[in-house]
């Protein structure tokens, strides 16, 4: 049977060639009342202040109140194409600027109330907020709890329920929702638990078909499981915490963690792409790393022992009096996927403040790095983070607000409603590349690698005392093996600290066991502890097994595996997106900085005086959040440099693509259909697509008197099928048609 395809125009609609209406223009200084848009990413930005810390799920909300903004502001412009949703309002009111701001005031309020609605922590103090904004801009009749009704009409109000409305549709198909999902992995049952959690099916729901089952929990701070034979250090594995509170306070059931934005794999993003559904969406490096187990040789076996004694090695410096300078003379410019930049001689942008050198204790430095970039600034989750800095970006009066930084400027509303658009489809398209990541090859924590390791021995001196050809590799100050003449009187190891009682255990109790220099850690257990506020935790020697990351022990470490990094990956997406938008990788000036006072931190008492944060471009910025992680002792290098490395591809295509819609060009690119024949008289047609757009299919038999088979429908995915079952023995020609509107 003979059936031939064919490429036709595409068909716009009429609307797309309404003439260009010009617009107001900003100054170059933020306006005294913020624009509509900023108005509630401020509102959203303290409700996930409110909320557990969540950081795909609090992008995907990001990302999909940018969307509804963003719709609503398009709708009154004919060259912008809606992503989600896209109309074109006819005639343009009189009051341009203000029906835009009401319409996004309305779409944004309907996304936000229905996304932080109960059980959602904080909802009532959120909900209440979102109500008390949008009666105070439009009355107390605007809206009735988000649920007004939804209608074909032309009024801003309406246009901006309709698009939010849509914006809630289209989110309910995308993939995060599916309450399904499996939330767990198992672990071999273990002496000291009853029961071991059930591992998600293999195969269907997208994990790596050579997954191994994993151990359970780590003991903090109550529960010791030990380790079993079946123990898999590639892997990750949730910790057992008897008592849990988020790192914005918030306090949560205690008990196994489960994996936290499990969902991503699926999840759909903004701009990626891929073949295969059960894949993650980018994967050049094909998964972490690996140490030797048993008969299972790995090849990258000591090169990733040598990332693991550079998280004990950073641990041990926690409290290093050395002097740094970290000013952006000495700090940052680091090509990407590196460490390796010196800073910069001076300030590259013309005009801008000269540098200074920022002297300061490594200790100092290090600790305040691991709190700040933790969890944001207040608990916003990384990309909430960078939608402060973006806002303080914008609020700084040497940021001109001219797109990728040349034309004309454009007024407030404009530049927060594409700045938004184009960060958060940034850091969603960050979560999905990540987490997908995380899901498919579930790499290890350091917590994990550092007590299996240590538990085991020594892999450096086979003659030596505890060898183990997977244990830890030795070095002099960081990780050594306790032996009668470290633990002798005067020595070294005379006292090993035992971080469960709270106090020193003579070192010949531990003799032959690995110890490493490290942070000890809060107190473990319920017996008197020195408060935060008065006691600092020095480093000490203490038994590798025991090992902790430098974090609060409510928390300790993320629930969700480590390879890539999410704070490297959404950091440099939004550094990408940033440095696109302004048309510079400098902070206007060429400088940025936070300030953090002498004893403000949370984690343990410090730092000893005032530190200043400074960076001098969006990167330096977004690699000091990567090597934050691996002070803080979450992450390994690889999951760092991995992670920035994809941040910018995604980052990148994400800015791209939203650019594509702002400027109407993403109706300019080409779409093939393709044809697969199932069977004698069934055919299936694909096609690619664009979110927001229409499409309808159509056949004939002669290439004249074309009949609608598929009816007009607005798409939210990145593919378009038709299956015809009718196909006949003769020729039959298929139509693919798209516009912009019904």
């Not at 000013?327 to 200074?356: E, H, I, K, Q, W």
């Not at 987490?435 to 390791?453: Q, V």
Request: charged share 15%; glycine share 8%.
């Amino acid at each position: 049977m003979p059936i031939m395809k064919m490429n036709l125009a595409k068909i716009h609609s009429l609307r797309r060639w309404l003439p260009i209406v010009a617009l107001a223009l900003a100054t170059t200084t933020a306006e005294a009342t913020p624009s509509a848009a900023r108005e509630w990413n401020e509102l959203m930005l303290a409700a996930i202040r409110r909320n557990v810390p969540n950081p795909p799920a609090h992008a995907r909300n990001l990302f999909h109140t940018a969307v509804a903004m963003y719709d609503a502001w398009a709708a009154y412009d004919p060259v912008p194409l809606g992503y989600a949703y896209n109309e074109k309002i006819t005639p343009l009111p009189v009051d341009l600027e203000a029906a835009r701001a009401e319409a996004v005031s309305f779409a944004a309020y309907r996304v936000l109330r229905a996304r932080f609605a109960s059980p959602a922590a904080g909802f009532a103090t959120s909900l209440a907020s979102f109500d008390a904004k949008i009666i105070a801009l439009y009355g107390a009749g605007a809206d009735t709890n988000g649920q007004g009704a939804v209608t074909a009409g032309t009024t801003p109000m309406e246009v901006g329920r309709r698009i939010g409305q849509a914006i809630l549709t289209w989110g309910a198909s995308d993939g995060f929702s599916i309450t399904n999902y499996p939330q767990a992995y198992t672990t071999g049952v273990n002496g000291n638990m009853a029961t071991a959690l059930a591992m998600s099916v293999l195969g269907n729901n997208g994990e790596n078909p050579s997954r191994s089952n994993m151990p359970l929990g780590l003991g903090l701070p109550l529960i010791s499981l030990g380790y079993t034979t079946d123990t898999n250090p590639n892997l990750w594995q949730p910790l057992a915490l008897s008592a849990s509170v988020s790192q914005n306070g918030i306090p949560t059931p205690g008990g196994i963690q489960t994996f936290v934005g499990v969902q991503s794999l699926r999840t759909t993003p903004f701009s990626l792409s891929r073949t295969d559904p059960l894949k993650p969406w980018v994967d050049p490096f094909g998964g972490p790393s690996k140490i030797t187990v048993g008969a299972n040789v790995s090849p990258t076996d000591a090169a990733f022992k040598a990332q693991v004694l550079g998280v004990i090695r950073a641990s041990s410096q926690l409290n290093d009096t050395d002097t740094v300078d970290i000013s952006p003379l000495s700090f940052g410019n680091n090509p990407l996927g590196s460490d390796s930049g010196t800073g910069r001689a001076s300030n590259p942008v013309p005009g801008g403040p000269a540098y200074s050198p920022n002297l300061v204790a490594r200790g100092d430095f290090v600790r305040v790095l691991a709190e700040f970039w933790a969890d944001g600034p207040n608990s916003e989750t990384p990309p909430g983070h960078w939608h402060v800095l973006a806002n303080q970006v914008a609020d700084n009066p040497l940021c001109p607000k001219k797109l990728r930084g040349v034309g004309a400027t454009v007024n407030d509303l404009e530049w927060d409603i594409k700045t938004y658009f184009s960060v958060a489809a940034s850091t969603h398209d960050a979560a999905c590349a990540a987490w997908a990541l995380k899901r498919y090859y579930s790499g290890p924590r350091p917590i994990t690698l550092i007590r299996y390791m240590g538990a085991r021995g020594q892999s450096s001196d086979p003659m030596g005392p505890s060898y183990h050809p997977e244990g830890l590799p030795l070095e002099s100050g960081v990780v050594e093996v306790v032996t009668p003449a470290t633990y002798a009187v005067g020595e070294r190891h005379e006292q090993i600290w035992n971080m469960y009682t709270n106090q020193y255990d003579p070192g010949l109790y531990h003799d032959g066991e690995v110890v490493v220099k490290s942070w000890p850690a809060e107190h473990m257990n319920n017996l008197p502890a020195p408060s935060i506020a008065t006691h600092q935790s020095h480093v000490t020697w203490m038994l590798a097994k025991d090992w902790v990351p430098f974090q609060r022990k409510t928390f300790n470490t993320p629930a969700f595996p480590g390879y890539i990094s999410g704070h490297s990956t959404f950091s440099r997406a939004s550094a990408e997106a940033l440095t696109l938008l302004t048309g510079s990788p400098y902070f206007p000036g060429g400088f940025a900085h936070h300030t953090y006072a002498a004893n403000s931190m949370q984690i343990d008492l410090g730092p000893s005086t005032n530190i200043d944060l400074q960076w001098c471009t969006y990167y330096d910025a977004a690699d000091q959040a990567g090597q934050s992680r691996r002070w803080g002792g979450i992450h390994v290098s690889e999951d760092d440099y991995h992670g920035r490395i994809i941040g910018s591809q995604v980052g990148i295509s994400a800015f791209t693509l939203a650019e594509k819609y702002w400027t109407g060009t993403v109706d300019d690119e080409i779409f093939t259909p393709n044809i697969t024949i199932l069977g004698p008289n069934s055919v299936k047609v694909t096609w690619n697509t664009i979110r927001g757009m229409y499409y309808k299919v159509r056949t004939s038999t002669t290439l004249q008197g074309w009949t609608d088979v598929a009816p007009l429908a607005i798409t939210y995915d990145t593919i378009g099928s038709y299956t015809d079952n009718a196909a006949s023995p003769e020729k039959k020609f298929y139509q693919i048609v798209r516009s912009t509107s019904p």
